[in-house]
DNA sequence: GCCAACGTTGGC
DNA sequence: GCCAACGTTGGC
């Protein structure tokens, strides 16, 4: 099975790519959108993301993980004191999380950037109005944002 | 901080 | 099942 690829969000005030350099390794939770989580079920080990930041400055693309783990169950739904506490269902499990592995970060690709690129106009990320915090990606776009933004990642 | 674009909830 | 109200996301 071909490696597929996708883009994953996160607010550095929250979970950035430089913790992300710094843990390593680390579970991806909080995901509370069917749509997103959907998306993570399909995830296969060895696929690559894209590290973006959103509500940043500017937001962006900053960098590239790997998916070791693949969809599990979110400890956190189960967790009283996680923000991500599941409430209405906290014996039925909802969501899940997937384990990703830091590959490497460079200087912020701008969505700006993105926008401006005519070859990336069907990419999620850049649709307007686009909330989806875990999105697939296609090879192509991929490689395009890797190069734009000098990554020393081969996809 | 504003607000558009969604997604979810709940009354009916 | 409809849809208004509400909550959240995320760019700017």
Redesign the pocket.
């Known amino acids: 099975m071909a490696r597929r690829y996708w883009l994953m969000?996160s607010?550095p005030d929250v979970y950035s790519i430089d913790d992300m350099e710094r843990d390593g390794t680390e579970f991806w939770e909080g995901v509370?959108?069917?749509?997103a989580r959907n998306n993570m079920r399909a995830m296969k080990k060895g696929d690559y993301a894209l590290f973006y930041h959103?509500?940043?400055k500017p937001?962006g693309v900053v960098g590239v993980v790997e998916i070791v783990k693949e969809a599990y169950p979110d400890p956190a739904q189960f967790d009283k004191k996680s923000k991500y506490f599941d409430k209405?269902q906290p014996d039925a499990p909802r969501w899940d999380c997937v384990d990703v592995r830091f590959v490497e970060k460079f200087e912020v690709l701008p969505?700006?950037d993105l926008?401006a690129e005519k070859s990336l106009a069907e990419m999620a990320?850049v649709?307007?109005?686009?909330?989806?915090?875990v999105a697939p990606v296609s090879k192509p776009h991929f490689r395009k944002v890797l190069k734009m933004a000098g990554a020393a990642t081969k996809p």
Do not use: F, I, T
């Not at 649709?127 to 915090?133: F, T």
């Open positions: 969000k607010e509370r959108n069917y749509q959103s509500n940043a937001s209405k969505l700006a926008k990320v649709q307007k109005g686009s909330r989806l915090s």
